[in-house]
Nanobody, 115 residues
């Protein structure tokens, strides 16, 4: 069982920045594939970014060049630095961990970007 706790959401003006963090339980964090998804009101949950244990990262086209995912295996954390935020980035952001073929989810943190 992996437990994930997100933090760092809030209200920001368009063009601003926020940094989300996710703390994960488990003794084999360095092997987890960590990621972020988001769900805007009335929409399905959508992929945002992922960071694999080998250092590779992947981003949704909508956030490339603005968001950066990073992980600290010593602290069992993954972060999402979000710059140049847009109103369409408003959503609940969920941290995910994949290990042994199982996906785990945090409860989410709300990001609201005002225009």
């Amino acid at each position: 069982q992996v437990q994930l706790v997100e933090s760092g959401g809030g209200l920001v003006q368009a063009g601003g920045s926020l940094r989300l963090s996710c703390a994960a339980s488990g003794r084999t964090f360095s092997r987890y594939a960590m990621g972020w998804f988001r769900q805007a009101p009335g929409q399905d949950r959508a992929f945002v970014a992922r960071a694999w244990s080998n250092g590779l990262t992947r981003y949704a086209d909508s956030v490339k060049g603005r968001f950066t995912i990073s992980r600290d295996n010593a602290k069992n954390t993954v972060s999402l630095q979000m710059n140049n935020l847009k109103p369409e980035d408003t959503a609940v952001y969920f941290c995910t961990a994949e290990t042994d073929g199982i996906n785990y989810w945090g409860k989410g943190t709300l990001v609201t970007v005002s225009s």
